[in-house]
């Protein structure tokens, strides 16, 4: 015998299978303020699907734009901070909900969009006073000739993958990672020495087994303007070959910038010059992210470089740069590259991979990327940050999927 369900579970029905019943329908924003002595920080979540759009207003006053949000709940009552007067919505006629943000006399702010682990759009404030004059964010590294007794020899720290008992990736022949890298790290060494104005810096000599956050912390302590690090790729089918060259994910700096912050206290470095075991916690996070931010692009752009030398003589296996969280490349003021030179786990790559000729010619495409990259690269780290200017940075959301 049929029972035909009650109409009104069938409509319940249809709306958790539709897409717009996934949806909160009262497609709410978040939004939290925190103050600190010197900066505060503002933090907007809004819904997947929904837009935020930073806007200059008036001059003491920051207009976020939202599409697709019907209410912001909730909102802070920033009451005796020193960078914030007031904050209040405002609807539009089209259907757009704006959040205005009232700032105090001569304040000055920086904006980041990027999207959370969970895929919401997401957009941070960072509210300064102004400084008499006004400052410029920092810089990645830009050209300067790097000859003459008196300028900063250009630090380069090359990484041979793995060492001692961590064997690395093994190829069918017998080969070792380890072993293979170590090869050309050292006859790219030897290449680097010839270059004037550059100085590398090897950061395992033999075949030692060295964790992947001392080789991180060996590259800042030689103050190095540049890290690569090398490897042999390995997968399950035999045919995949070329080589890749990977940065920082997105995910992975946001990851590496929390443990910093949460270790401040017990940490005695510097981050890009600046000590943060004094500085209240918000002040540390922005000064962080700017260090983080400019060393990511400083990053790209030296991939970029290696990557378009590697292409001439060298089979690619993915265009362009990749991403992914590896721990030697989580430097926050160290721009740091990974390069997969080939895949191991290919017969024939690994052949090649023990061929020394063929190491001679990974090496000398590796030697040129990084000439390139130093004719647009200041030999410095990144310089001590001051208080920004307003400006909007969009972050990457893209965190490629890594084999």
Do not use: C
């Amino acid at each position: 015998m049929r029972h035909p369900f009650p109409a009104a579970f069938l409509f319940a029905l249809l709306m958790l299978l539709s897409p717009a019943g996934w949806a909160d329908p009262a497609a709410k924003a978040t939004v939290s303020l925190k103050s600190g002595t010197n900066v505060t920080r503002l933090l907007l979540t809004v819904p997947k699907g929904a837009s935020l759009k930073p806007q200059a207003g008036r001059a003491d006053q920051l207009i976020v734009a939202m599409e697709g949000v019907e209410a912001l709940p909730g909102l802070p009552n920033p009451a005796g901070d020193r960078h914030v007067a007031a904050l209040h919505t405002r609807s539009k006629a089209n259907g757009r909900l704006d959040l205005i943000v009232e700032l105090r006399p001569a304040a000055e702010y920086r904006t980041l969009l990027s999207v959370t682990d969970a895929g919401n759009p997401s957009l941070t404030v960072d509210v300064t006073a102004a400084r008499a004059t006004a400052s410029r964010p920092p810089q990645a590294p830009v050209a300067k000739a790097a000859d003459g007794p008196h300028r900063k020899r250009f630090v380069v720290a090359l990484d041979a993958g793995h060492g001692g008992k961590d064997t690395g990736a093994l190829g069918a022949g017998g080969s070792q990672e380890k072993d293979i890298v170590l090869a050309i790290a050292r006859k790219l060494e030897a290449l680097l020495n010839a270059e004037p104005g550059i100085r590398p810096v090897m950061i395992r000599q033999n075949d030692e087994f060295i964790d992947l956050r001392q080789r991180m912390e060996r590259a800042r302590k030689e103050h190095a303007d540049l890290f690569v690090s090398l490897h042999a790729d390995a997968y399950n089918d035999p045919h995949a070959k070329g080589a890749s060259v990977f940065t920082l994910s997105e995910h992975g700096a946001t990851s590496e910038a929390a443990r910093r912050l949460a270790d401040r206290e017990n940490a005695a470095d510097r981050i890009g010059g600046v000590a943060l075991q004094d500085k209240d916690e918000v002040l540390a996070s922005v000064l962080l992210d700017l260090t983080q931010n400019a060393t990511l692009e400083a990053s790209d752009r030296a991939a970029a470089s290696i990557l378009q030398a590697l292409q001439k003589s060298h089979a690619i296996h993915q265009p362009g740069i990749q991403k992914a969280g590896f721990v030697v490349l989580k430097s926050p003021d160290v721009p740091s590259v990974l390069v997969e030179t080939a895949f191991i786990s290919n017969p024939e790559e690994e052949l090649k991979l023990r061929s020394p000729a063929y190491q001679d010619q990974i090496a000398a495409a590796l030697a040129e990327g990084i000439r390139s990259y130093l004719k647009r690269t200041r030999p410095a780290t990144v310089a001590p940050i001051s208080p920004p200017v307003r400006q909007e940075v969009a972050a990457s959301v893209t965190d490629k999927v890594v084999k």
